[in-house]
């Protein structure tokens, strides 16, 4: 009977011990927060389009609709060879409703070290599905939209982000522990970021006016430029400037100095991108098909162009690992509802386009 005690004893410590080693070997991308499964911690990827694409040190992911039949948006994966695919095992799925493993079930990013989710009018952590904030509608508002629901949300950087509500009818400033620091009800229509600098605020508003707002006051005054209205702002995420196009010019603001100077006519007042330390520009013919895809430094001068990356429309193209990466519905394909993701390195070399595999 006791050596039946003791045999027991030995059984239950061996356990532990494997059941710790199971405990310790576990995968440490659980712990970072990357549900994705690849290897390394998750970042955002630059898009002023729109947010949600994600990567890794292993993949990218791409946050898209690729079906024809659903709104619903997917998550693409794509690796380091440039293989584009769903991210879904299920042999036989249609990749058009809820079973598929690929469709999101909300919108992630990371934010101050972790990752979030937000759908309808919530955010939640990823990791816990705790609700950390929760939109309503201003009082200022109520009578222009009925909807609580988030549209668009933009990381500014590691302690603020920017929630625009529904019908662009307002925004909000929200710091790293998601309280409201600054709400406006005139965002603008065209590309809606913002910019931290010194203590301030910075945003181009729905008539085209760059606004500068002081935090610890709130109170907001139009920056006068001496530009009329302006169409489109994109800050330098780590700097002092913002740039800016009225309708046929660009220009580079200085938050440091104040000073405002014309770079470049020959770039698109559209179709641009900052990263980096430069502005990416596509270059368009009369039928809306890309001619050339241009590189330009932050004083207007011309690094690099190329003919060849047709498809690579910079405005809503995603920067990740290093390249730029945009999908689109091949409209020539015999094939119906085919994706391809277009693909260039951020120099502007290795173009190249590959098939969304389903």
């Not at 690729?66 to 690796?79: F, G, L, P, R």
């Not at 104040?258 to 039928?287: A, K, P, R, T």
Request: with cysteine.
């Amino acid at each position: 009977m006791k050596s039946k005690k003791v045999v027991s004893i030995m059984i239950i410590f061996f356990c532990s011990i494997i059941l710790c080693s199971c405990v310790k070997n576990t995968d440490n991308r659980e712990k970072k927060g990357n549900i994705f499964r690849g290897k390394g911690q998750l970042h955002n990827a630059k898009c002023i389009y729109k947010d949600g694409t994600l990567y890794d040190d292993e993949y990218t992911y791409y946050l898209y609709s690729v079906s024809m039949n659903t709104i619903k948006e997917h998550y693409v994966k794509i690796d380091q060879d440039n293989n584009a695919y769903l991210d879904c095992n299920l042999a036989s799925c249609t990749h058009t409703d809820e079973s598929c493993h690929a469709i999101a079930d909300a919108i992630y990013f990371c934010f101050n070290g972790k990752l979030y989710k937000y759908r309808d009018n919530i955010v939640l952590s990823a990791e816990t599905e705790k609700m950390v904030y929760h939109n309503t509608i201003p009082d200022m508002v109520k009578e222009e939209t009925d909807s609580p629901d988030i549209q668009k949300l933009y990381v500014i950087d590691e302690e603020h982000l920017l929630i625009v509500g529904s019908s662009l009818a307002y925004a909000k400033l929200l710091d790293k522990d998601f309280n409201v620091l600054y709400t406006y009800t005139d965002p603008g229509q065209y590309k809606l970021w913002g910019k931290l600098y010194d203590g301030r605020f910075y945003y181009v508003n729905f008539v085209g006016s760059l606004m500068e707002v002081e935090l610890d006051t709130g109170t907001s005054r139009e920056v006068d430029l001496g530009l009329g209205m302006t169409k489109i702002m994109m800050p330098d995420d780590d700097g002092e400037y913002i740039f800016l196009s009225t309708t046929h010019t660009f220009y580079k603001y200085s938050l440091k100095t104040q000073e405002c100077n014309e770079i470049n006519e020959q770039l698109n007042w559209w179709e641009f991108m900052v990263y980096d330390g430069y502005i990416y520009n596509e270059v368009f013919n009369n039928d809306n098909s890309t001619v050339k895809v241009q590189i330009w430094d932050y004083d207007g001068n011309l690094v690099f162009e190329t003919k060849e990356a047709k498809h690579m429309y910079i405005d809503r193209a995603h920067i990740a690992n290093g390249k730029l990466y945009y999908i689109y519905s091949n409209q020539e394909s015999d094939e119906k509802g085919e994706f391809v993701m277009a693909i260039m390195n951020l120099d502007g070399t290795g173009y190249t386009e590959t098939k969304v595999l389903k």
